[in-house]
């Protein structure tokens, strides 16, 4: 009955979780690693094997460890939920403890550098500074910038609706820096005669002209505009990082940005409740 479950099984369960491609691509490499280190199927691991593997990781980085813990715990949690398994032979694992400190993020300098560094004339330009400044200004996940659609935009409150992990949604409010960007690419991108899409942020290349920007294009372009700013030390997800950060800085309550993120729980947001909306704009504006 094991070899009946496999690793395709699992992630059609957490497809209908609709979790997100980029997560979904994340369990299957990290699932898939561990498959071939035990030569056979996951199904079949013994509790030895798994702790075996644990032993061979710690050369990577403690969160990465963490992330690939977490997907073999949650495959045979849900297999032996399932009655695949009478035992969960990952019941014992551990991870191994996080590094207590605040994830790194950039000055005021640096977001001003960087913001002054883009250029602003053709097509691309302005919807390139839409993605930047959507990271910045709301804290957004790439993915989630990437999966925006034309009706997530709600100019008449300016609020963008925001599908985030586990496809849960939230309303993030948008500054008035942001919104004059947003409103610049909406008039480009409503005369641009190729859009076959309702994604906000469409390629304008030739191999997929018009359609949704992918996601690692969209990761590639933030790498490119940091690394022409001087600031390629910075990964793009640093972005949500000076955002949270930042607004701690200047006085915002946890809570607030805590629902601006998009946490499940408060104690996530402590790395660096239900809130009125009116304070979350009162949060975001303290931006500028």
């Known amino acids: 009955m094991q070899a009946d479950f496999s690793i395709e099984d699992f992630l059609n369960f957490l ?76 019941g014992n694992l551990a991870a191994p403890g996080l590094p207590k400190r605040l ?76 919104l004059e960007t947003l409103e610049d690419w909406f008039n480009v991108r409503a005369g641009l005669p190729f859009v076959k899409s309702n994604a906000f942020f469409v390629s304008l290349g030739r191999n997929h002209r018009g359609k949704q920007i992918s996601y690692g294009a969209m990761r590639q372009i933030v790498k490119r505009l940091l690394a022409d700013a001087g600031l390629g030390d910075y990964s793009p997800h640093k972005l949500r990082h000076t955002f949270a950060t930042q607004l701690l800085d200047r006085g915002a309550p946890l809570e607030q940005i805590s ?13 660096y409740a239900q809130t009125e909306p009116g304070k979350l704009r009162t949060a975001v504006e303290l931006l500028g």
């Open 15 to 90: 497809r209908q979780r609709r979790l997100s491609q980029h997560t979904l691509t994340a369990y299957e490499s990290d699932l898939k690693l561990v498959e071939a280190f035990l030569e056979k199927p996951l199904i079949q691991a013994r509790e030895r094997e798994l702790f075996r593997y644990m032993a061979t990781l710690d050369h990577l980085k403690a969160t990465t460890v963490r992330r690939r813990l977490i997907a073999i715990k949650r495959f045979f949690d849900y297999a032996e939920r399932q009655g695949y398994l009478a035992e969960d032979p990952a």
């Open 103 to 178: 994830p790194k993020y950039m000055s005021d300098k640096e977001v001003k550098r960087l913001l002054d560094s883009l250029p602003y004339e053709s097509p691309e330009d302005i919807r390139n500074m839409a993605i930047i400044k959507l990271l910045y200004y709301t804290g957004m996940r790439i993915g989630e910038v990437q999966q925006l659609q034309e009706e997530h935009i709600l100019w008449d409150s300016k609020q963008l609706l925001v599908r985030g992990k586990g496809d849960k949604e939230r309303l993030i409010p948008i500054s008035q820096k942001l």
């Open 259 to 271: 629902k601006l993120l998009g946490h499940s729980r408060l104690d996530t947001t402590l790395i």
